[in-house]
């Protein structure tokens, strides 16, 4: 199931440069982030990777690239480590199908028209039957196909997508057949997100087997009328006269009968060419039954070539459309890109806000006796709610009237808090445990807490050794945030 992967990664610089996504780029992506989200020495690997992410898009600032980009660039970071991703190989079954469909419907559609064709001098080939069956029964497949793609897209689905492609893709390589448990559980995990690529891919094939099957018809029907003498007619035991079939003819035959006049047989030659076992194959003109090849031959370029043609064109956009707008907003996806960002501040160095090394000037905050307060309780605290509360109304010399638990990571996480401080003129105080390091994701968070938070009391409170105090006080400072800054150790 490996495949190789070189060990220097490939990035797209530039924001005019959106990557290209395919299919295994995304089985890859998620098995890749799964694996590195709930591994041990998550935040040591993904801190290294953003470190060089963080000097590959040195030129547009980290913030500014685009999710887009920076998942397919730590892609190609997570592929330089682990071997074990199959997701190229998937890429070339893909590719390997594309090919062989449309050579498979070709050989179909020359296998299939001298069925059609057979013809003994008995009785003259049924031009109706010949339609059918090239062109309408086609169309029913086509709709069957249809039907699927879009239950592909459901969430029942989910499963049944990925054990399907485990099942195709295995059946193909020895080393993946070998591999089967591991590749089935891999993309049954991932089958939410792979259903809505692969329903249009789906489709695309299916439309390329029959735009080949109408190629390849197309090239055994003239390869027929060239080297056989063949006779078309039509025959039916309904009361259905020579008027209605030429007005059928001249129906289907509107979108190219002004191009190829020759190509509609007249009311004469429709009424010739009806075959009557009583009369048998004298009555029947040898004008009249040559009349009818060229009618199929326009049906089967208007009516299967041409529009499976461009069915095929739309698949394929459509697929590149779902690929090139992939959404990395997920819960998964915003914590990777949290710990990528990690803290990128310098801690001796000068800045917009003036000198933040450990020479930085520390003024006391003050609060007025008996205040009101909005308490806010991040993950990771030891001590209990109650314990806490006791600990920040000491140390504030104040009343706790609210209190909640936030994700301070996780800006979008925290609507139900927002209202409450947007209808409260209560101060804000939140409690953090002092071992978490400032991201910038934590920075995004507080500054949203600021912006629904009426009062301009706002401060933070660290439960943990106060050497972290220092390290704190600098990044806020450095991302402009107006909090005041408490310690409390545990």
Known sequence: MSQPH?????????????????????????????????????????????????????????????????CHAWLSLARSRD?????????????????????????????????????????????????????????????G???????LRGSSSKGSVGAGIAFLVSRLSPEWRASWSDLRRILREHGKRIASISSGLFFGFTQQVACGFGIGALLSILFHVTVFDLAFGWESTLSIGAEFMCFFANVISAP???????????????????????????????????????????SLMFYVVIPRFLLVVYAS?????????????????????????????????????GFLGES?????PSFPNDGEWNLLLC???????????????????????????????????????????????DGMVIAIPAEINPVDAIAVTLQTFLHAAPSKDNVIILFGPEARLSLWRRWLREKQLGFDLLGVCE
């Open 83 to 143: 071997s074990q991703l199959f997701g190229s190989g998937i890429d070339r079954v893909f590719s390997v199908l594309t090919s062989t469909s449309w050579v498979m419907g070709i050989v179909l559609g020359c296998l299939a028209v001298p069925a059609y064709l057979a013809y003994k001098g008995e009785k003259p080939i049924n031009v109706m039957v010949v339609f059918f069956g090239l062109i309408v029964l086609p169309w029913l497949i086509t709709g």
């Open 256 to 298: 190219w009968a002004w191009l190829w006049t020759a190509s509609v047989p007249s009311l004469e030659q429709v009424r010739e060419s009806r075959f009557s076992y009583l009369a048998g194959m004298e009555a029947a003109s040898v004008n009249a039954t040559r009349s009818w090849w060229p009618f199929i031959v326009g």
């Open 360 to 364: 930085a000037e520390v003024q006391p």
């Open 379 to 425: 993950e990771g605290l030891l001590y209990g709610d109650e314990d806490v509360r006791a600990q920040v109304e000491t140390a504030l010399r104040g009343k706790i009237n609210f209190l909640a638990h936030i994700e301070v990571d996780y800006a979008d996480g925290n609507e139900h808090v927002l209202k409450s401080l947007l209808e409260s003129k």
């Open 6 to 70: 070189t060990n220097r990664p490939t990035f797209a610089k530039g924001k005019a440069r959106v990557p290209r996504w395919t299919v295994g780029d995304v089985i890859d992506f998620e098995e890749a982030e799964q694996k590195t989200l709930s591994s041990q020495d998550a935040e040591s690997v993904l801190r290294e990777d953003g470190k060089t992410l963080s000097r590959t898009f040195a030129e547009q600032g980290f913030s500014g690239v685009p999710r887009v980009a920076l």
């Open 145 to 151: 196909s249809l039907y699927f793609s879009v239950w």
């Open 317 to 353: 956009w459509k697929t590149s459309r779902r690929l090139s707008t992939l959404d990395f907003t997920r819960t998964q996806d915003i914590a990777l890109i949290r710990r990528l960002s990690g803290p990128l501040f310098q801690t001796e160095e000068p800045s917009q806000t």
